[in-house]
């Protein structure tokens, strides 16, 4: 009696198996100093059924029950709508991180109409240094127009400094250290956000990477935008 992956009234059904407490999760996230995010309409367990307020409705009461401040909002299943999900977000008076990934159209008309916080500028990335020029170039467009700026910032897709699978077999190789070294000051340059897609439990890597990852001179260049 549900829509897909809602339930009659709208609201999301959660795996309790894989997530017996999510309340509990994100309560953990926020002691580590961190915000949890959660990513919907995604192509993983896209709602290819549900399009009508209800879930929406569903959704944001969700994202607000379990603690979440913030929501990727891919475009892979029936809930486009990002102006009416900011909307519903905005009614609930809790600050909620909006990220526009993929749905059309992801470019604002201009920054005052701009109902994410931040929108894919670009395709899905990977870690190999012709992706990251793609993705650069493109995201390089939407601050010439001036459509980039605090509160909708053009979003490039995460870092894959650190990222060792290609996505594209063992014979493609990924970053080396100073593609990604690139990779971190072309994003900073740009002002864009510096999500990390590394797994943060391979030390090994990580340990290798950290030199680009902190280092201060470009991570304040990524802070001072240019309009400011």
């Not at 944001?60 to 299943?77: E, L, P, Q, T």
Request: glycine share 10%; aromatic share 8%; charged share 20%.
């Amino acid at each position: 009696g549900g829509y897909g992956f809602h339930n009659a009234s709208g609201y999301p059904n959660v795996n309790a198996t894989a997530f017996p407490d999510l309340r509990g999760m994100t309560a953990k996230a926020r002691s580590l100093g961190l915000v949890p995010g959660w990513y919907i309409n995604n192509c993983h367990c896209r709602d290819s059924v549900c399009n009508g307020s209800a879930c929406y409705e569903g959704d944001v009461r969700a994202a607000v029950d379990f603690g979440f401040g913030s929501v990727k909002i891919d475009g892979c299943g029936a809930l486009k709508n990002i102006s009416l999900y900011a909307a519903l977000f905005n009614r609930t008076g809790q600050r909620v991180l909006i990220e526009n990934c993929h749905e059309d159209p992801r470019e604002p008309p201009s920054l005052s109409d701009c109902p994410a916080n931040l929108y894919r500028s670009a395709p899905d990335i990977r870690p190999t240094f012709g992706a990251v020029l793609n993705n650069l170039e493109m995201s390089a467009a939407q601050n010439a127009k001036g459509i980039s700026g605090p509160g909708c910032w053009a979003y490039p897709d995460m870092l894959e400094v650190g990222v060792t699978n290609s996505q594209r077999g063992p014979s493609v190789p990924t970053l080396t250290f100073s593609e990604a070294r690139s990779h971190f000051g072309a994003w900073c340059i740009l002002s864009a956000p510096l999500v990390l897609a590394m797994d943060l439990r391979d030390t090994s890597k990580l340990q290798e990477v950290w030199p680009i990852l902190t280092n201060e001179e470009a991570i304040a260049v990524n802070q001072a935008f240019l309009e400011e």
